[in-house]
């Protein structure tokens, strides 16, 4: 899924099983005891990630842990791991290409009850209402959002957003555009309450796109290097 929309400057491997390939020691160290399952998820996304940096010339490396848990990319990198019930996914691009990256995969199933009370606006409630539809849960498409949202928002800010900080706008129904055998895929942009760095081009909004399929739904955010960035 999350091929179809990636920006030509990334690369991106997917896996559809878990697996149980060999880890770095550093990463192993980082991950600490977890349960087969987690472990089982970890392995694979630092096999996709793996894979991803071989599609750009770069080997093998570890992907360690952070302190809130999320990937730390090689110098000169920026990436983004997913993974749920059946799907897992990296994302990776240099830097110079691209500042920051956050990709989100759900299965394609309403929220648990009360949770979308907990992510959302009285805005974002009447949007997703009006609408409805049953081949796209839109209250689960809006969650993944805000994930990648706040994944490239915390590689740029080290330090995390609430849901309340983060107002999703979809592009409209009709634009939805088939992007595969039973994908179709859309648009959104991400309006933030504060800007992720002091910095006078620092960017209040973020764009993104969804795509999604029977099972599956997936997000991803992507933040192109700035000039302002390059020449400093």
Same mark, same amino acid.
């Given at each position: 899924?999350?091929?179809?929309?990636?920006?030509? +400057?990334?690369? /991106?491997?997917?896996?559809?099983?878990? +697996?149980?390939?060999?880890?770095?020691?550093?990463?192993?160290?980082?991950?600490?005891?977890?349960?087969?399952?987690?472990?089982?998820?970890?392995?694979?996304?630092?096999?996709?990630?793996?894979?991803? =940096?071989?599609?750009?010339?770069?080997?093998?490396?570890?992907?360690?842990?952070?302190? *809130?848990?999320?990937?730390?990319?090689?110098?000169?990198?920026?990436?983004?791991?997913?993974?749920?019930?059946?799907?897992?996914?990296?994302?990776?691009?240099?830097?110079?290409?691209?500042?920051? /990256?956050?990709?989100?995969?759900?299965?394609?199933?309403?929220?648990?009850?009360?949770?979308?009370?907990? /992510?959302?606006?009285? *805005?974002?409630?009447?949007? /997703?209402?009006?609408?409805?539809? @049953?081949?796209?849960?839109? &209250?689960?498409?809006?969650? @993944?959002?805000?994930? !990648?949202?706040?994944?490239?928002?915390?590689?740029?800010?080290?330090?995390?957003? &609430?849901? !309340?900080?983060?107002?999703? *706008?979809? $592009?409209? $129904? &009709?634009?939805?555009?088939?992007?595969?055998?039973?994908?179709?895929?859309?648009?959104?942009?991400? *309006?933030?309450?504060?800007?992720? @760095?002091?910095? !006078?081009?620092?960017? @209040?909004? =973020?764009?993104?796109?969804?795509?999604?399929?029977?099972?599956?739904?997936?997000?991803?955010?992507?933040?192109?290097?700035?000039?302002?960035?390059?020449?400093?």
């Amino acid at each position: 899924m999350l091929e179809t929309i990636a920006p030509e +400057c990334a690369a /991106i491997d997917v896996r559809y099983e878990f +697996c149980d390939d060999e880890l770095f020691p550093e990463e192993r160290e980082c991950l600490g005891v977890v349960v087969d399952k987690r472990l089982r998820e970890f392995t694979t996304g630092r096999a996709c990630a793996r894979k991803a =940096f071989r599609k750009l010339g770069i080997p093998p490396c570890p992907v360690r842990i952070g302190p *809130q848990r999320e990937p730390i990319w090689p110098m000169g990198i920026a990436g983004s791991i997913t993974h749920c019930s059946g799907y897992c996914a990296a994302v990776v691009a240099r830097s110079v290409d691209l500042s920051s /990256i956050g990709i989100d995969a759900e299965e394609n199933l309403p929220l648990c009850e009360g949770v979308l009370d907990v /992510i959302s606006s009285p *805005q974002e409630r009447t949007e /997703i209402r009006t609408r409805g539809g @049953s081949r796209l849960h839109w &209250d689960r498409l809006l969650f @993944s959002a805000k994930e !990648s949202v706040f994944k490239a928002w915390y590689s740029l800010a080290n330090e995390w957003l &609430d849901f !309340s900080e983060c107002t999703i *706008q979809w $592009s409209p $129904s &009709d634009d939805l555009k088939p992007v595969g055998e039973e994908l179709f895929a859309g648009d959104f942009v991400a *309006q933030l309450s504060r800007s992720w @760095s002091k910095s !006078s081009d620092a960017q @209040s909004h =973020f764009d993104g796109r969804f795509v999604f399929g029977k099972k599956h739904l997936a997000t991803m955010v992507t933040l192109k290097r700035s000039t302002h960035d390059r020449l400093g």
